[in-house]
């Protein structure tokens, strides 16, 4: 070992924890539906934590030290599941939180899955296709123990792609002598992927608006549309928003954020993208910050960014008729009080983003099955899921007249409270 250089440190802000904020969204829905003591204290913490720390070769020569975490929060109903990202804001408490919807998001489209997540402390953009690579590999290994087709089950999230789950499976299955394509979700198709899965959140948002909209009595023919993000979740979200008639006036990204009263056409800013990495220059736009982005007039908004964008200070100017979370956790829980006074139909990140969930469910289907489906067939079911699912919680929430995302934490609770209650206490 040559030189060690000092690992990447935690971001401060001035933000609520997320995990604060998930136990609050926990706690109002346990109270709401008198969930038992017991049952409170297992389901607001996560079941297992794990953090390494790990070193990292880098192309010039140094080896640099890296922190990452696994957290599972709940595997009663099946093996974790959820994504891992690269972001240099990760922290222990954020990881938890996301674990956490993840079991909720999990439950709340009923398929047989728990909640996990994962994370590695870094900002991946300046690394080199080898770093990310030997990175990806010694965080596989070192979260390995608890990584199974049967076990906990990784997918993509912010700043990782297929080519990182390829990484992932592959190291796995060196370790264990034989193809484990099951282990992740979110592949390329050519190692056991599944058709339909990188546009799968966004179709799955699209599908949530649609639903809304007709709920609604509202036209989303040329409806004034902002999308905050444009990485996988935000860009497919605003060419399936397009498609379906709204016009995108605004789109951010982390270099800045665009607006145009008259429209912007997602697909020319697709392309615009692959050449410059960013929205922030697209010609016949007006500059916005990110913040002002979110604030602007618009029937739909679609965050498709980090956590905690809409917030107490922000929410009141926040004003359209639709809110599709498409990131996770972006509304806290003061924003949400806000909203619900407003009338602004929020459409919560555990339902809203769950397509993604819902075709990794899908694709590790086929992989255990080494059956694969084709494309009409996956986005028939996921159609099937998302419609199902949304009523569900749409119909709970008007017979109580709460909050969508109240209603979809009780169904998810009660779902996993149920499976709980089955299997008993062991021992
Ligand atoms: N990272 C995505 C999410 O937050 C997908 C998770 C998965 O497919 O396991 O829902």
Same mark, same amino acid.
Do not use: W
């Given at each position: 070992?040559?030189?060690?250089?000092?690992?990447?440190?935690?971001? +401060?802000?001035? $933000?609520? +924890?997320?995990?604060?904020?998930?136990?609050?969204q926990f706690d109002l829905a346990a109270e709401f539906m008198g969930l038992e003591e017991d049952l409170r204290g297992i389901l607001r913490v996560p079941k297992?934590?794990?953090?390494?720390?790990?070193?990292?070769?880098?192309?010039? %020569?140094?080896?640099?030290a890296f922190t990452g975490y696994r957290v599972q929060h709940?595997?009663? #109903? %099946?093996?974790?599941? %959820?994504?891992?990202?690269?972001?240099? %804001?990760v922290t222990l408490d954020e990881v938890r939180a996301l674990a956490m919807w993840m079991t909720w998001k999990c439950a709340v489209v009923n398929i047989p899955f728990g909640g996990a997540k994962g994370g590695v402390v870094v900002d991946p953009t300046p690394m080199s296709m080898r770093e990310l690579e030997n990175l990806t590999r010694r965080f596989a290994t070192e979260i390995s123990p608890l990584i199974g087709a049967d076990g906990d089950i990784p997918a993509p999230d912010v700043n990782t792609n297929q080519q990182i789950m390829a990484w992932l499976m592959d190291t796995i299955s060196m370790h264990s002598g034989r193809l484990e394509s099951a282990i992740t979700t979110g592949k390329p198709l050519g190692l056991g992927g599944s058709l339909g899965r990188s546009d799968a959140t966004g179709r799955g948002v699209s599908f949530c608006v649609a639903q809304a909209a007709k709920f609604l009595g509202m036209d989303l023919n040329g409806a004034p549309t902002i999308v905050q993000g444009f990485g996988n979740v935000g860009s497919v979200s605003a060419l399936m928003l397009h498609d379906l008639g709204c016009k995108i006036t605004g789109i951010g990204d982390v270099y800045g954020a665009i607006y145009n009263p008259?429209?912007?056409?997602?697909?020319?800013?697709? $392309?615009?993208?692959?050449?410059? #990495?960013t929205v922030a220059d697209y010609p016949d736009c007006e500059r916005v910050t990110s913040q002002e @982005?979110?604030?602007?007039?618009?029937?739909?908004?679609?965050?498709?960014?980090l956590e905690e964008q809409i917030t107490g200070e922000n929410a009141a100017r926040i004003r359209p008729k639709i809110l599709a979370e498409g990131a996770n956790g972006p509304t806290t829980p003061e924003a949400d009080k806000i909203l619900f006074e407003n009338n602004v139909f929020v459409i919560p990140d555990i339902l809203c983003n769950a397509g993604g969930v819902t075709v990794s469910y899908f694709e590790w289907v086929q992989d255990l099955q080494s059956f694969f489906w084709d494309e009409g067939e996956i986005n028939k079911r996921l159609k099937h899921v998302m419609d199902s699912s949304f009523q569900a919680v749409?119909?709970? =929430?008007? =017979?109580?007249?709460?909050? @969508? #995302?109240?209603? =979809?934490?009780?169904?998810a609770i009660e779902r996993v409270a149920e499976a709980t209650r089955l299997r008993g206490i062991y021992p």
């Open positions: 070992m040559q030189r060690v250089r000092r690992g990447e440190t935690i971001m +401060s802000n001035d $933000k609520k +924890s997320p995990y604060l904020i998930a136990q609050e297992r934590e794990l953090t390494v720390n790990f070193p990292v070769r880098m192309d010039d %020569g140094t080896v640099r709940n595997t009663t #109903r %099946g093996p974790g599941k %959820g994504g891992i990202r690269y972001h240099q %804001g008259k429209g912007i056409d997602p697909h020319a800013l697709v $392309k615009h993208m692959k050449k410059t #990495r @982005l979110l604030e602007l007039q618009c029937d739909v908004l679609v965050p498709a960014a749409n119909e709970r =929430a008007q =017979a109580h007249k709460i909050p @969508l #995302r109240l209603a =979809a934490n009780i169904l």
